[in-house]
């Protein structure tokens, strides 16, 4: 695992996702990259829905932490999730719980819930950010029901797209990435909280979506073209070993 240094304090991290630029807290399609983001988010929507829907649960109650602007969290409610989210933006959460229903809270607000409250929880792209790592972990291993299933997906900087870029690789989106993952960093964090990866999945779109923006930190232009082949030659590399540009753990507690 690396570790950013030095770290944004408490008070400056916000600052860094104040920008209609940060398209994580936006639902804008202002321009042909944006229109292809939302895009794509729909198709990962659907793909992340198949995934939560797929584990035997008694019940169906969903925590999403970094919810952003709730579009996780609205197609999951309207197929009769209970749903719950966690996102520190305020103009973010104020879109989310105009989608919602005013079920999305401050971070400060995770208190209120219950121990062992979650059949599922979810961090898309979000754990990267999280100051206080290990006690977040810990928070999160005691909210989820001894047979729940805690959901983390992150960038994989052992990725081909990772390697190539180097320095300039969008994923390391520093300062605002506090951490930055590997598969065995992964499984180690969370044998240290109990817990234990059981199943790793691709973000095939990852590698394009990043390659695209490494281009552009690179050479100051997108280059689609090679940012796509780059991105095939991620995803072809990782059939082989595993190192996909982001990837998708599903935890279970032992």
Not at 61 to 66: A, C, F, S, T, V
Not at 67 to 81: M, N, R, V
Not at 144 to 157: D, H, M, Q, T, Y
Not at 215 to 240: D, I, Q
Request: aromatic share 12%.
């Amino acid at each position: 695992m690396l570790k950013t240094h030095p770290q944004p304090s408490a008070q400056e991290l916000p600052l860094y996702y104040q920008s209609e630029d940060y398209i994580s807290h936006t639902d804008a399609k202002r321009n042909w990259f944006e229109k292809i983001y939302q895009y794509v988010k729909s198709i990962a929507l659907k793909r992340k829905l198949k995934l939560i829907n797929s584990f035997d649960l008694e019940s169906q109650k969903l925590l999403d932490i970094g919810c952003g602007t709730g579009d996780f969290l609205k197609i999951a409610q309207a197929h009769g999730w209970d749903v719950f989210g966690i996102e520190p933006n305020q103009d973010a959460r104020d879109l989310a719980n105009a989608k919602t229903g005013a079920v999305v809270f401050d971070t400060l607000e995770v208190s209120q819930f219950k121990e062992s409250s979650f059949d599922v929880i979810t961090l898309w792209h979000v754990l990267e950010h999280l100051p206080n790592l290990e006690n977040q972990i810990k928070a999160f291993e005691k909210l989820l029901k001894p047979k729940g299933s805690l959901i983390i997906a992150v960038p994989n900087f052992k990725s081909y797209d990772a390697r190539y870029y180097k320095t300039h690789w969008a994923a390391y989106d520093v300062p605002r990435h506090l951490w930055h993952f590997s598969r065995t960093a992964i499984s180690k964090l969370m044998q240290m909280h109990k817990m234990e990866v059981i199943k790793t999945l691709p973000m095939i779109f990852d590698a394009f979506y990043v390659s695209l923006l490494s281009e552009k930190y690179k050479t100051g232009f997108m280059n689609p073209v090679k940012a796509f082949w780059n991105g095939m030659v991620s995803n072809f590399k990782a059939k082989r070993n595993g190192e996909h540009s982001s990837l998708i753990y599903i935890i279970k507690k032992t």
